[in-house]
């Protein structure tokens, strides 16, 4: 009969060789699943981190700690073409007023209010709205005058009739308005949205102030705003 201590012995060495066996890829699975393929033929690299999918394939540095990352999979695209921005207007004129002004584009202020030239002999286009030609309202407005230099060429705006013509000018050429009615409308009452609307049928609104002048605010009360329809066609 085979002794315990025999049979205790031949108990152990079965076990640790279960223990001891390799894997059958010839690695530890979860060891390989950590440090993923060696870099050197060898054993399984001991850095957690991988190399950046912009690298050009240099090792990462042993005992980092970064989180491994997955390489990100490049996708052909075709190359952008932008669309080309729409003429900005550059002059305006109102010959019922015997006005040409030279017009710049303009944003907001700090105060998040239309930025407009000090000079009332220029006139302001709203660069973020509608351009000439395009669906929309073109805002272009101008100080009626200042203190130093008196009335501006639109402080007259308000004179205007029905069927006026305006004309702005572009690097492309000039679109003709007629004027389809003026509206003075309170500062504080003036609907915003219907004066810098992005939408529906071309149209240019020419802004200027109007009405009682406030001596506390130094700014007048109303607005004058003269809305005009583009004639058919480019000149």
């Not at 303009?106 to 709203?126: H, K, L, N």
């Amino acid at each position: 009969m085979i002794g315990l201590a025999a049979v205790t012995a031949l108990l152990v060495g079965a076990v640790l060789l279960f223990l001891t066996r390799p894997s059958a890829d010839g690695a530890g699975t979860v060891d390989a699943a950590l440090s993923g393929p060696s870099t050197t033929g060898g054993s399984s690299s001991t850095s957690s981190a991988a190399p950046s999918p912009t690298s050009s394939g240099t090792s990462p540095s042993p005992g980092s700690t970064k989180a491994a990352k997955a390489p990100r999979t490049a996708v052909a695209t075709a190359p952008a073409t932008p669309s080309a921005a729409p003429p900005a207007p550059t002059s305006v004129s109102v010959p019922e007023l015997d006005a040409t002004l030279p017009v710049r584009p303009v944003g907001v202020d700090t105060t998040g209010a239309m930025s407009i030239p000090e000079d009332p002999r220029q006139a302001g286009w709203y660069k973020f709205g509608s351009a000439p030609g395009q669906d929309g309202a073109t805002v272009i407005t101008a100080h009626v005058d200042t203190k130093e230099l008196g009335p501006g060429p639109l402080a007259r705006l308000d004179t205007l009739s029905k069927g006026d013509a305006v004309t702005v000018r572009t690097s492309a050429g000039t679109t003709t308005y007629r004027v389809r009615e003026v509206v003075l409308a309170r500062k504080t009452e003036l609907d915003l949205d219907a004066l810098f609307r992005r939408s529906g049928r071309p149209a240019l609104h020419l802004v200027t102030c109007g009405g009682a002048f406030d001596p506390k605010t130094g700014h007048y009360e109303d607005n004058v705003v003269a809305i005009a329809e583009p004639v058919a066609g480019r000149e």
